[in-house]
């Protein structure tokens, strides 16, 4: 939500291509509230949801036409560019067609953002630093898919931990 989204679908086109199609792009509206301070958004009432919504459909747009446009949001405004002395074209597509398959992180109780991967078919993942808040995660997803007339499943839910491995126990 606090980058710009024309840099991050270029970044994650070209990272798909070098890795030979093996991304994952992974999304999240950044639940802190000192990102929330850092960034200055106005996260309690939502602010970081909205601009995350919006940058994501701005980098499906560019990965998904090589048509100009310019898109002029709440956020964010991104030009796709014509082509430029008769060769220079707009940047290039994901390796992955349509795209990269998407994840989005939630970590709230109710998630608005598990709700969208619900509705939208992307890759729920749950940060788990609450169990009574991820007890309501995959709530969220399937009440997403069932306002899209989708059914989630339960097999693509993913859970975000921290690991560190050491040398030793020590």
């Known amino acids: 939500s606090y980058r710009n989204p024309e840099l991050l679908a270029d970044m994650a086109r070209t990272v798909d291509h070098i890795s030979g199609g093996r991304l994952n ?10 990102d929330w301070e850092m960034f200055n958004v106005d996260g309690a ?33 991104v030009k796709n560019p014509e082509l430029m002395y008769g060769f220079l074209k707009p940047h290039i597509k994901p390796l992955q067609t ?12 109710g998630s608005d953002t598990l709700k ?23 709530a969220s997803v399937e009440a997403g898919a069932e306002k899209a007339g989708r059914k989630a499943d339960r097999a693509e839910w993913r859970m975000v931990r921290e690991v560190f491995v050491a040398e030793t126990d020590a």
Do not use: D
Request: glycine share 12%; no cysteine.
């Open 25 to 34: 792009f992974g999304v999240a509206a950044s639940g802190l509230p000192s």
């Open 98 to 109: 349509p795209h990269p398959p998407i994840g989005v992180a939630g970590l709230s109780k």
């Open 116 to 138: 969208l991967a619900g509705e939208r078919g992307y890759i729920p993942m749950s940060l788990n630093l609450n169990p009574a808040y991820v007890g309501s995660h995959w």
């Open 45 to 77: 009432n939502g602010v970081n949801r909205l601009m995350m919504r919006e940058a994501l459909e701005i980098i499906l747009k560019l990965w998904s036409t090589n048509e100009p446009f310019t898109f002029a949001g709440r956020y964010w405004t």
